[in-house]
Nanobody, 113 residues
C-alpha cells in the first residue's frame, strides 16, 4: 500500500523560503520517478516538478529558478526547496510517484504579500 506523507508547509511572507518533505513507503522508491503537484483554491491540481530515478529534474515554467526538487533514496524521501516564494505559490502541495495514482494528504503552503 502506497503511503505518502508530506510535511514542511506553513505561512511565509513573499520572498521567503520553505523546504517540503515527502516521506514514502509501500513501493519501490528507488525505481520510481517522483513528482510534486499543487492545488490552489478554486483551481485544478497542477504539476510542479519531477525528478527521475537518475535525478534528472523538470519544472513548471513559473517555478524554474526558484524551486529545487531532490531525493534521498536511502530515506525514501523526496524534497521541494522553495525560494523567493510568491503569493501565487499558495496551494496545497502533494508528492507522488509519477506513474502511480496515489495521493497523500498534502501540506498547505500560504504566501502572504
Amino acid at each position: 500500500q502506497v503511503q505518502l506523507v508530506e510535511s514542511g508547509g506553513g505561512l511565509v511572507q513573499a520572498g521567503g523560503s520553505l523546504n517540503l518533505s515527502c516521506t514514502t513507503s509501500g513501493f519501490f522508491f528507488t525505481i520510481n520517478d517522483m513528482a510534486w503537484y499543487r492545488q490552489a483554491p478554486g483551481k485544478q491540481r497542477e504539476w510542479v516538478a519531477t525528478i527521475s530515478t537518475l535525478k534528472t529534474t523538470n519544472y513548471l515554467d513559473s517555478v524554474k529558478g526558484r524551486f529545487t526538487i531532490s531525493r534521498d533514496n536511502a530515506k525514501n524521501t523526496v524534497y521541494l526547496q522553495m525560494n523567493s516564494l510568491k503569493p501565487e505559490d499558495t496551494a496545497v502541495y502533494y508528492c507522488k510517484p509519477l506513474r502511480a495514482d496515489s495521493w497523500g494528504q498534502g501540506t498547505q503552503v500560504t504566501v502572504s504579500s
